[in-house]
């Protein structure tokens, strides 16, 4: 069965980097773009970051753009998520998701997504 499986989530200081991993299983994940959102307290769910299967676009959110950057390996079945110059406001579980295309457009933030993971928590905070 499909299984995507969070990890790298942590206590890190303002500033501060963080990598977060994804391992996927049951699928091949080169058919699919994946997708990386966060889920903070009391706050909408964000989807942050969209990498498409192979060559396609990348997409990043706003809030995160020029400090996160998204990476993926078909053949070891694995995505990352590097995230730089960690912010307080960064804080919030994450989880990697499996949308239902294969390439990424500017609409990757709607919820188009048939798994996702249990998700790591990540802190930022001094």
């Known amino acids: 069965q499909v299984q995507l499986v969070e990890s790298g989530g942590g206590l890190a200081q303002p500033g501060g980097s963080l990598r977060l991993s994804c391992a996927a299983s049951g699928f091949t994940l080169g058919y699919f773009a994946m997708i990386w959102f966060r889920q903070a307290p009391g706050k909408e769910r964000e989807a942050v970051s969209c990498i498409s299967a192979s060559d396609g676009p990348t997409y990043y959110a706003d809030s995160v753009k020029g400090r996160f950057t998204v990476s993926r390996d078909n053949a070891k079945n694995m995505v990352w998520l590097q995230m730089n110059s960690l912010k307080p406001t960064d804080t919030a579980v994450y989880y990697c998701?499996?949308?239902?295309?294969?390439?990424?457009?500017?609409?990757?933030?709607?919820?188009?997504?048939?798994?996702w993971g249990q998700g790591t928590q990540v802190t930022v905070s001094s």
């Open positions: 998701a499996r949308p239902v295309y294969t390439s990424c457009t500017s609409t990757y933030y709607r919820w188009d997504y048939d798994y």
